[in-house]
């Protein structure tokens, strides 16, 4: 996949072009255009089998049915769409696929918020506050605690439940956890609003997530769910904060990583053809450049330290409101003067502002030799970015629900990677923070891709080539990552066939 072949129609067509001012247009000409166009998009190079012609077929017409609802999903806000995409034949398809690998997805965003709320505050020593700005914040602890500036005091969960409705209780839990919001456009008028939420019900879900505990939960958990959505394998971005023990002890990165191995040996004992998972240690772009070098270096080590699941570096947080990749240049430079190979991932483009600094990231995040660029959202205003990132065979990785959600485009028709899929743009679909939108795996994210910028030209072949591209374009050995697109093709039959019938 990648190199596209022109028929040799279309050749003798672009040979023997003639000006088109004859008023007169050949129709085998317009024809062979019109076949042009399709060979570049996404899935343009690959054949079908009998059997997946059969199955595009079916999957085209169940399409029509879902471009003639009254209300066409993808250009609705998601909190809105959901139950409609839920119920379409469109949506269960795509849950039944395999997909191959999630490649960008959030430490503390991957579970689905109900399974914090009714598995881990109903366990023992769950302590919460109520904060000033009328969020909560979650501690387990063996005492009381300390109380913290801007909270109520620490009040035993097990006890507030005896007194308090539960299912109230647990629902204002729920609404901290996500940006969940039945009128979306009047909770979250601008971008700075909908982020200031973001972050802060990221930081609900820290005490939670920490509790070393339930960081190995957590992690399992997440790993199930995505399994459960025919996911084999993710790449997780993770912050590796210090988890803590009930005692208040708290345990380094490496037991972070020690534990993610340990999770995931249990989970493929449990789930054997789930591939695996690797960490992209990340940072918030907030910090300062010594801190940055600090982290760079404990990136570096990490990455000597546990080769298998470590993947790289990259930060996080609002690109807007941050600091450029420029900014960090004497950071990021260090492993090439050590000799040492740290793959970066950079989160690059995911703004609609053009011509900042920030904007200038992708270019930026390729000249860092990025192995990927998260979101990319601004790469189609890039023509320069585009042509390099498809020579250095770099994929984008679009999230379109999460870009819908924080503001950078409300019809997801209009999204602009749109554009760079009938450019056939080196891309992967992910999820980014399924936790915090509703959205479960990946599922949710192929249908807005399908439908909403896919338009009628994409298909079965779109499919195929996107699922295969996210092992493709994994931090996966090439070894590991041939016998895995296999792996997936053999799922990928036995899915096609199963659907036939
Ligand atoms: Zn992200």
Redesign the pocket.
């Known amino acids: 996949m990648g190199v596209r072949k022109v028929p040799g129609l279309l050749c003798v067509v672009l040979l023997c072009w003639t000006p088109l001012c004859c008023g007169r247009p050949d129709p085998r000409q317009r024809e062979a255009l019109m076949k042009m166009e399709l060979a570049r998009e996404i899935g343009g190079s690959v054949v079908l089998n009998e059997k997946e012609k059969l199955l595009d077929e079916k999957l085209h017409q169940l399409k029509l049915q879902d471009m003639a609802l009254p209300e066409f999903p993808p250009a609705v806000h998601f909190f809105k769409a959901k139950p409609l995409i839920e119920q379409s034949p469109v949506f269960s398809l795509l849950q039944r696929m395999p997909k191959g690998a999630a490649l960008?997805v959030?430490d503390f965003a991957m579970v689905g918020v109900e399974w914090l709320v009714k598995n881990v505050t109903y366990r023992e020593n769950c302590y919460v506050c109520f904060k000033d700005d009328r969020s909560v914040q979650f501690l387990f602890s063996a005492g009381q605690p300390k109380p913290q500036g801007h909270c109520s005091t620490w009040i035993l969960l097990r006890t507030l439940r005896e007194k308090l409705n539960s299912t109230e209780l647990d629902n204002s839990f729920i609404r901290n956890l996500t940006l969940f919001t039945e009128d979306p456009d009047t909770a979250y008028p601008d971008q700075d609003v909908v982020w200031k939420r973001f972050e802060q019900a990221f930081l609900v879900a820290y005490g939670l997530v920490t509790y070393a505990p339930v960081f190995k939960d957590y992690l399992y958990e997440g790993f199930r769910q995505f399994y459960m959505d025919n996911v084999m394998y993710v790449e997780v971005?993770a912050l590796l904060p210090p988890t803590y023990e009930l005692d208040g002890r708290r345990n380094s990165k490496d037991w972070s990583m020690r534990a993610c191995q340990e999770v995931l040996h249990r989970f493929r004992a449990q789930y054997p053809d789930f591939l695996g998972a690797r960490i992209i240690f990340t940072v918030h772009r907030g910090i300062n450049e010594t801190e940055a070098v600090n982290a760079v270096k404990e990136a570096m080590t990490l990455q000597r330290n546990f080769p298998d699941i470590m993947a790289g570096f990259d930060f996080?947080g609002r690109e807007d409101s941050g600091r450029p990749l420029w900014y960090f240049r004497e950071a990021l430079e260090l492993p090439e003067e050590q000799g040492i190979r740290l793959p970066y991932f950079f989160?690059a483009g995911?703004t609609d502002t053009e011509g900042t600094d920030v904007d200038q990231n992708m270019m930026d995040a390729l000249l860092f030799n990025t192995s990927r660029i998260?979101?990319g959202f601004a790469m189609a205003r890039h023509p320069v970015v585009k042509e390099l990132a498809r020579k250095m065979d770099v994929a984008v990785e679009v999230?379109p629900i999460?870009n819908q959600v924080l503001k950078l485009v409300s019809d997801l028709r209009n999204h602009p990677a749109a554009v760079l899929m009938a450019e056939g743009q080196p891309m992967v679909i992910s999820s980014?923070?399924p936790a915090m939108f509703g959205a479960t795996g990946l599922s949710h994210d192929f249908y807005q891709a399908f439908m909403g910028f896919g338009g009628m030209n994409s298909n079965l072949a779109t499919l195929k080539e996107l699922v295969t591209n996210s092992i493709r374009y994994s931090s996966l050995s090439s070894t590991v990552k041939e016998k895995a697109i296999a792996d997936l093709l053999v799922k990928w039959d036995k899915f096609v066939s199963e659907t036939l019938l």
């Open positions: 960008h959030h971005r996080v989160h995911e998260g979101h999230c999460s980014d923070d």
